[in-house]
């Protein structure tokens, strides 16, 4: 049983565009939320985060937003611009303080210019 | 260097074999997980340390998977008698928890390739 889903395996958007990938969990004890940035050949790097007291938290033109009630994120790229095509995982956690982060399987962001 | 080191970045062994890989944390971070990446897959956890201990073992998928930590920094995981599924990249990361909650560091990753 897959606790975090990320149902888009691709995404292609304009440069200057919204880019919006989505992230759904199941598990209802998940209270923190991750989104991570990897480049090919590189380690996943930390994006942005939330925890679920929040249902918003934007960090410059990345925001993310919580509805724990349908238990979705989603991470909105405003404006979208090339050096953003890399792939986007959503990790769920419970609890702010370190121990395992459960992750999706990625969506592959590609921003044309 | 300031981020975490993996070594090696690649490894081609043949089924049967032992293999280590090495994690060399950020100085000072505490805590340090192991996971690992299969083809077109997303990162499955593996371990995790506090310290030289391992709160967390339970996602470690058979006996022949071991890891520890030492001196509270550098890590080696071991796959023992290695088969073809444990193809994967196998990351680390070091973390801190701040005022923000915590923030993981990963490394690039070790590529192994089992024939």
């Known amino acids: 049983d897959q606790q975090v889903k990320q149902n888009s395996p691709s995404l292609s958007v304009q440069e200057g565009r919204i880019s919006i990938l989505n992230c759904d969990y199941t598990?209802?004890?998940?209270?923190?939320f991750l989104w991570y940035k990897k480049y090919p050949a590189e380690g996943p790097t930390f994006l942005i985060s939330?925890?679920?007291?929040?249902d918003k938290n934007e960090d410059g033109r990345f925001t993310v937003f919580l509805n724990k009630s349908a238990k979705h994120l989603s991470l909105h790229i405003v404006p979208s611009q090339p050096g953003d095509s890399a792939v986007y995982f959503c990790a769920a956690r419970a609890g702010t303080n370190a121990g395992k982060s459960t992750f999706g399987d990625g969506t592959t962001l590609t921003v044309k210019p | 260097g300031a981020g975490v080191s993996q070594s090696p970045s690649n490894k081609v062994t043949e089924k049967g074999k032992d293999v280590e890989l090495r994690c060399d944390p950020i100085s000072g971070h505490t805590a340090l997980y192991w996971y690992r990446q299969s083809l077109g897959q997303g990162l499955e956890f593996l371990i995790y340390f506090q310290g030289n201990s391992a709160p967390d073992k339970s996602g470690l998928p058979s006996d022949r998977f071991s890891a520890e930590r030492t001196g509270g920094s550098v890590s080696t995981l071991t796959i023992q008698r290695t088969q073809q599924e444990d193809s994967a990249v196998y990351l680390c990361?070091?973390?801190?928890?701040?005022?923000?909650?915590?923030?993981?560091?990963f490394g690039p990753g070790t590529r192994l390739l089992v024939l």
């Open positions: 990361a070091s973390s801190y928890t701040g005022t923000q909650g915590e923030t993981q560091y």
């Open positions: 598990n209802s004890m998940f209270d923190y």
């Open positions: 939330i925890s679920s007291i929040k």
